[in-house]
């Protein structure tokens, strides 16, 4: 009877195992899936989820102001451009028309860099007129803005002309000679006086020239200067060339002003014919001050 008995309990514990074993093997292999999963969304290995934090953004500087260029052909008004090129007398108004249209620089990106010339010939001078607009753009604006690297490309041209960096100007001493300046150019305002008894000194701006007839009633030389009410920032560079015994001096004014990412340059040239005649710089100077100004409010509008 015990025998039967033992025989009994151990039939039924072999049945509880087949049963039970198999369920208990099933949540082990769950409980270690749910750890692997857990693993995978909070371990570096996984790609469910991200690193990178609301802060690590980068900041990118908005565009600049212009997205475009105007004509530069169509810049100057009729009336301004016939001021600064007077025309040939001979020439008929057909051929007075063509001539004030002017030449369109080569540009493979009208968006970016774009210029006109203009030139006029009469028997008493060669007068010559370019305007050219350049629209700088920065490539990151994470590291600069439009504005940052049109302010560089504006320096590096303020740089090239040897003028200085806008900046505090301190007061000369009275008794303080006048220096020129690494150019040669005088600052803005300063002229030379010639001591009693003596022949004017040399022309700063013209590179060391003599005075067009050595009297003391010449018109003075403005000279090339930093510029305060044009855009953002400018400048103006004033260059007469050498004095010859059969030439005429040649006088060129640059002036190149940044508004905004824009830079605009004005180049405007006067040649006389006349051996010894000299164009004036004050008259050029501000004939091309008067373009660029009107240019400026172009852009502002």
Request: charged share 20%.
């Amino acid at each position: 009877m015990d025998v039967q008995r033992k025989a009994a309990v151990r039939r039924v514990r072999v049945r509880v195992r087949s049963r039970v074993l198999p369920g208990i093997a099933t949540l082990i292999a769950l409980a270690a899936g749910t750890a692997g999963l857990a693993g995978c969304t909070s371990g570096s290995g996984g790609g469910t989820t991200s690193d990178s934090k609301p802060g690590d953004t980068p900041v990118t500087a908005p565009a600049g102001k212009y997205r475009s260029l105007p004509s530069p052909c169509k810049a100057a008004d009729g009336k301004r451009l016939r001021a600064m090129l007077p025309p040939p007398d001979s020439l008929t108004s057909e051929q007075r028309e063509r001539l004030y249209v002017g030449t369109a620089d080569t540009s493979y990106d009208g968006d970016r860099h774009v210029g006109c010339r203009w030139t006029t010939q009469t028997p008493g001078e060669t007068r010559l007129l370019y305007v050219g607009f350049e629209r700088v753009v920065s490539y990151d604006r994470t590291a600069a803005s439009d504005d940052d690297k049109a302010r560089q490309v504006y320096v590096r041209q303020l740089t090239d002309a040897k003028l200085p960096f806008p900046g505090p100007t301190a007061i000369p001493s009275p008794t303080a000679s006048p220096t020129a300046s690494p150019t040669g150019t005088r600052a803005a305002g300063s002229t030379a006086t010639p001591a009693a008894g003596t022949s004017p000194a040399p022309s700063a701006s013209t590179g060391g020239s003599p005075s067009p007839s050595g009297s003391p009633s010449a018109p003075p030389e403005l000279g090339s200067r930093v510029l305060e009410d044009l855009g953002n920032e400018a400048f103006l560079d004033d260059k007469l060339s050498a004095a010859g015994a059969t030439a005429a001096q040649a006088r060129n004014v640059r002036i190149v002003f940044r508004t905004s990412n824009v830079i605009v340059t004005v180049e405007y040239g006067v040649q006389p014919s006349a051996p010894g005649a000299v164009p004036p710089s004050t008259e050029t100077q501000d004939k091309a001050r008067q373009l660029a100004q009107a240019l400026a409010e172009r852009f502002s509008d």
